[in-house]
């Protein structure tokens, strides 16, 4: 069964300091992988996805992440953080035959706080 | 571009009522997606439409839920009766074919 594993539930990074977040995958196929980023009181956005050709992929604002089929993983990476990047982040995989943007499997989520 | 549109966006009912979950999909979208999101047990689908037809309905909880698209622009979730386990925020979501999902902000429900 398709399943997604964010290990941290929760990171705190001071403003200006790179970030991972972590990534982890259960899939049959050729995984459609997504990342998304979601404000109190606010729906998910998407920050960046996966189909196919080069395994870096870029995102919004300033974000991106990178596929390691060997690993099983898609960690989402940002060189510099803002103090507006704090937020909770889902990873996901999509389930679907049919439709790889829309079936997806979520991961637990990792709340991001931005110390000043 | 509006975005998907929810309403309510607060939901606050009796164990015991109806309650009706409304959405209005980005114009041109093709497929829609009830989502539901609880601190025990995350994101989980609960049904999708492709072309107003619903296509995977197996994460409807159990037979209190329905959900309807009787056209492209809306579609309607139910709980008949709620309970207080129901308490929740119910996401729509839209997508054109293969692409990504555009999310609207939600309705939180309460029920008491």
């Known amino acids: 069964a398709q399943s997604v594993t964010q290990p941290d539930i929760h990171i705190t990074v001071s403003e200006g300091a790179s970030l991972e977040l972590r990534c982890n995958y259960s899939?049959?196929?050729?995984?459609?992988l997504f990342w998304y980023v979601q404000s109190p009181g606010q729906g998910l956005q998407l920050l960046l996805k996966?189909?196919?050709?080069?395994?870096l992929v870029q995102g919004i604002k300033g974000f991106e992440a990178e596929f390691k089929r060997s690993q099983s993983s898609f960690n989402l990476r940002k060189p510099s953080v803002h103090w507006s990047d704090a937020a909770e982040y889902f990873c996901?995989?999509?389930?679907?035959?049919?439709?790889?943007?829309?079936?997806?499997?979520f991961g637990q989520g990792t709340e991001l706080s931005v110390k000043p | 571009d509006a975005g998907v549109i929810q309403s309510p966006r607060h939901e606050v009912t009796e164990m015991g009522q109806e309650v009706t979950l409304r959405c209005k999909p980005i114009?041109?979208?093709?497929?829609l997606f009830w989502y539901r999101q609880t601190m025990m047990r995350g994101l989980e689908l609960l049904i999708y439409?492709?072309?107003?037809?619903?296509?995977?309905d197996s994460g409807m909880p159990e037979d209190r839920f329905s959900a309807k698209m009787p056209n492209a622009s809306f579609s309607t979730l139910k709980i008949q009766p709620s309970e207080p386990r129901d308490s929740a925020v119910y996401f729509c979501?839209?997508?054109?074919?293969?692409?990504?999902?555009?999310f609207g902000n939600g309705t939180r429900l309460t029920v008491t």
């Open positions: 996966y189909f196919s050709g080069d395994t």
């Open positions: 439409f492709n072309n107003n037809v619903p296509i995977d």
């Open positions: 996901a995989v999509g389930a679907g035959q049919h439709n790889q943007g829309g079936k997806l499997i």
């Open positions: 114009s041109g979208h093709n497929s």
């Open positions: 899939y049959g196929a050729t995984p459609y």
């Open positions: 979501a839209s997508s054109l074919n293969k692409s990504p999902l555009h």
